[in-house]
């Protein structure tokens, strides 16, 4: 029953919420969407703490995309075996997971003691920050525990087509549930961070600025075809 | 050619006298909200000075504007768009607070509430960053009148070259005022430099403006501007800069800063200009061609290949005409006595600036000699290299040349319309020892001391049946900072989210708040609260003044 909840009830919920969220968020709140960058107030610690975050927290969403979207059978047909794979895997995810936290260490610190950010953090932020440090300790810790102890536990045969069995809509709880405490209690903690995603500063996320790389330098655009805040008498609609 | 129309302004710098009338005014038409506190779309600083933010013109440091690259192509000075990408997550170049001032209020509640005691209460200074007491040391004119320059005066930037020859002598001959706006620049460096492409240019106008919606707090415009006229809203997490007025504008008014400019000094006209043309002048290779190449991407309204062309690219008749009668156009390609500021930064800037002849004029009559006399003022003009070479570092990126002709211009017109007022025959040897016909310099005269309002301005409506309708007051409310008696509202997810307000719409509800409630208003309603703007002095608006006292 709980199972069922956790593992199956909880995702579709979350997704759910994600999904509509930020579609909502985004027709909504169009202001709201930014970064809130904080650079203004401070910018030397940001300068160390918010690169080491980042570049950490994208090589953390990269592994991820790897390790839960690409089945076993998939590298080990192309002659990866699980122990080359998870060598790699381990090293990488911890000197990412580490970078991310010590990042996101000095962003807190920051947030904590510098006046000026310190009174521009609101609730909001602190809940994100509580749920995405939470993720990610209980994420580098499994791991790290896991590889400390010797019985490494190979995620991509239960966390992995679990989560795959949830995107065919055929979700298989029993997976999930053969894996360490560890594992179950990250993914619940991912869940409901996802929930809480789209009303958070983290949909900057999804405006990464992608198209700058190819749209030309100078934007030219039309003024809007309605001016002022009144509505155009009707018959003095402009002609385009 | 690609005929393209851009509304722009020259300021002569003769007539400011620095009353920051225009600063204030613009600040409470558009950033009088809480996140823009320390934001002056128009600053007025005194030179020599540093300027605001500070030594902003310093494009090694802050690397703003263009520059050309080792192929002779011209390239973002802070870095192309790869660079941007990888630097993203924390601005190397962005400026911080400290380099504009940090914003601050007084503690007025202490006059009125401290107990009765020996000394008088005082108001405190309270930072509006983080609501603590603190020190006062900058602000954005805090060397105005070259207040405190023998402490920082040598940190203008400009005077990097001539600081030593002749330390502080221009601080008894030298100081003027320069307002500055957006400069509305024909390639913006700060629409360039923004990687989610929401600074744009308006096709019609040429007015550069931030989409709010579009804007994701990158804060890559802020250092690619070399004029550092984008400023961050730190609290909305947004850019914002001047929009040249654009909802005056559109209605066929001038911006705020010029209509309420004591000196009447701005000129605001269309300039036509070849939109195919723009990125050739914008590099030309010697940074003292750079002002002729600008000139040179103006088309002259008047010819019938460029009417033509202008109506082929739909520019309407109207705006054809107004281009035609553009003060702004005389200034710059008529009379050429309007230079761009710092073209060297190769954004091609649309706000330009006579340069200002009164120091000169002033050197020569406290020397008790003839301040009007043609000879006196050119021999002046010889002999003051050090103003003249520091107007050139403004306008001409160094270049004396064009500074010199259009000093010669202003003391020649002096001198020409002295024999007339008092009038004598007109010297005709005076224009045309400055390369313009006695009529031309009459014109000039006309424009730079006489010019009426509707001739200052030539301002065509966005579309002229429409204008009336579109008149309407838009301003914001100036009460409108956070936990203050404004009605500005905070959404869920931080200062001002949530859909935008149109402000018509504010204007009625809280006039129908303020007819129908009988109650006093509470003060945590935002909603509720008085809106000084809309109280016509007439009747006692609920909630502005505490309740009477009945007994009495
Ligand atoms: C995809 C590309 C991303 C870009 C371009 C990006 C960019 C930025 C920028 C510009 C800031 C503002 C920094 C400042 O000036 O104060 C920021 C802040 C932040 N970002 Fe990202 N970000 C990205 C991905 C992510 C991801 C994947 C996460 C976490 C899941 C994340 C979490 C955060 C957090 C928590 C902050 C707030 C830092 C603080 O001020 O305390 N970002 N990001
Ligand atoms: S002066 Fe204005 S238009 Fe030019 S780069 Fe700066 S902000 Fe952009
Ligand atoms: S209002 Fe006019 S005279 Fe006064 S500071 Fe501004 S530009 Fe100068």
Redesign the interface.
Same mark, same amino acid.
Request: hydrophobic share 30%; net charge positive; with cysteine.
């Given at each position: 029953m709980t199972g069922t909840l956790l593992f199956v009830v909880l995702p579709y919920v979350c997704l759910a919420i994600f999904v509509l969220g930020h579609v909502w968020?985004y027709r909504?709140?169009?202001?709201?969407?930014?970064?809130?960058?904080?650079?203004?107030?401070?910018?030397r610690l940001?300068?160390i703490g918010?690169?080491m975050?980042?570049?950490g927290i994208l090589l953390v969403a990269l592994g991820h995309v790897g390790g839960l979207l690409i089945p076993e059978s998939w590298t080990e047909a192309v002659g990866i075996s699980e122990g080359a794979y998870h060598a790699v895997a381990f090293s990488l995810g911890t000197v990412a997971g580490i970078c991310t936290l010590g990042g996101a260490a000095i962003l807190i610190y920051r947030r904590r003691t510098v006046?000026?950010v310190?009174?521009?953090t609101?609730v909001?932020d602190k809940i994100m920050y509580v749920l995405l440090i939470g993720v990610i300790v209980l994420g580098l810790g499994t791991t790290v525990l896991g590889n400390v102890t010797g019985h490494p536990h190979d995620y991509r045969l239960t966390v992995s087509p679990w989560f795959r069995s949830i995107f065919y809509f055929q979700p298989d709880r029993t997976l999930i549930e053969a894996a360490p405490i560890g594992f179950r209690l990250h993914v619940i903690a991912a869940w409901i961070l996802f929930a809480f995603w789209p009303?958070?500063?983290l949909v900057?996320v999804f405006?990464a600025?992608?198209?700058?790389?190819t749209?030309p330098?100078?934007?030219?655009?039309?003024?809007d075809r309605q001016?002022?805040?009144?509505p155009?008498?009707p018959g003095?609609e402009?002609v385009p | 050619m690609r005929v393209m129309a851009q509304m722009a302004m020259v300021m002569n710098l003769d007539k400011c006298i620095g009353c920051h009338t225009c600063s204030v005014t613009c600040k409470q038409a558009w950033t009088n909200r809480s996140g823009v506190e320390y934001v002056w779309f128009n600053n007025v600083e005194t030179r020599p000075g540093q300027g605001y933010p500070r030594r902003y013109e310093d494009q090694e440091k802050w690397k703003g504007g263009w520059t050309l690259n080792r192929r002779g192509r011209l390239a973002?000075k802070g870095g192309g768009?790869?660079k941007?990408?990888f630097s993203?997550?924390?601005?190397?170049k962005?400026p911080?607070?400290a380099d504009y001032y940090e914003p601050w209020t007084y503690d007025y509640e202490n006059l009125t509430n401290a107990p009765l005691q020996e000394h008088t209460p005082v108001a405190r200074p309270k930072?509006l960053?983080?609501?603590?007491d603190m020190k006062i040391s900058w602000s954005a004119n805090w060397d105005d009148n070259l207040g405190g320059s023998p402490d920082h005066g040598d940190k203008d930037v400009l005077l990097k070259g001539i600081a030593d020859k002749v330390k502080f002598e221009f601080e008894q001959t030298f100081m003027f005022y320069l307002p500055r706006i957006c400069e509305h620049c024909l390639?913006?460096s700060c629409?360039?430099s923004?990687?989610?492409?929401a600074?744009?240019?308006?096709?019609?106008?040429g007015i550069v403006l931030v989409?709010?919606?579009?804007?994701?707090?990158?804060?890559m415009c802020v250092s690619g501007c070399p004029y550092k006229k984008i400023y961050?809203n730190?609290?909305?997490?947004?850019a914002e800069k001047c929009t040249f007025c654009f909802?005056r504008i559109? /209605?066929g008014i001038p911006t705020v800063c010029s209509e309420t400019c004591v000196g009447r000094l701005r000129y605001i006209g269309l300039m036509l200009y070849d939109a195919d043309r723009v990125l050739d002048a914008a590099s030309t290779e010697d940074e003292h061609g750079l002002y002729e190449a600008q000139r040179d991407v103006f088309l002259d309204p008047s010819d019938p290949a460029v009417i033509a062309a202008a109506e082929q690219a739909g520019i309407p008749r109207d705006w054809i005409e107004a281009a035609q009668r553009s003060p702004v156009y005389a200034l710059i390609n008529r009379f050429k006595v309007a230079l761009p500021l710092h073209p060297e930064y190769r954004t091609m800037p649309m706000v330009w600036y006579i340069p200002p002849l009164s120091p000169v004029v002033d050197v020569v009559r406290d020397t008790g000699y003839d301040a009007e006399d043609k000879g006196n003022l050119f021999a002046a003009i010889e002999a003051l290299r050090i103003p003249i070479d520091y107007l050139a570092q403004l306008f001409t990126a160094g270049d004396p040349a064009p500074v010199d002709l259009v000093l010669r211009r202003l003391a020649a017109m002096r001198s020409y319309m002295r024999d007339i007022n008092l009038g004598r025959d007109p010297d005709e040897s005076i224009p045309a020892a400055v390369g313009l016909t006695g009529q031309e310099m009459y014109d000039m005269y006309r424009l730079l001391a006489l010019a009426k309002y509707d001739e200052r301005y030539v301002i065509p409506p966005?579309?002229a049946?429409?204008a009336h309708?579109?008149e309407?007051l838009?301003t914001e409310c100036s009460l409108d900072y956070d936990g203050g008696p404004g009605m500005g509202g905070s959404?869920?997810?931080?200062e001002?989210?949530?859909?935008?307000m149109?402000?018509? /719409?504010e204007n009625f509800h809280m006039l129908v708040d303020r007819q129908t409630s009988d109650t006093m208003v509470d003060s945590g309603n935002k909603e509720l609260r008085v809106n000084l703007l809309n109280w016509d002095g007439k009747g006692r608006p609920e909630g502005l003044f505490p309740p009477r006292d009945e007994r009495r």
């Open positions: 968020r909504y709140d169009k202001f709201g969407w930014t970064t809130r960058s904080s650079q203004l107030y401070e910018r940001l300068r918010s690169p975050f980042h570049f006046g000026p310190f009174s521009a609101t909001n009303f958070s500063r900057h405006s600025p992608l198209g700058y790389l749209r330098y100078i934007v030219y655009r039309s003024r001016l002022g805040s009144r155009v008498k003095w402009r | 973002l768009r790869i941007k990408l993203i997550f924390s601005n190397p962005m911080a607070i930072s960053l983080t609501g603590e390639n913006p629409a360039a923004c990687p989610s492409g600074i744009y240019k308006r096709a019609e106008d989409d709010q919606d579009r804007c994701r707090g990158w804060r961050f730190h609290r909305t997490g947004k909802p559109e /209605v966005a579309h049946e429409q309708s579109l309407e838009a959404g869920p997810f931080g001002q989210s949530g859909s935008p149109p402000i018509a /719409v």
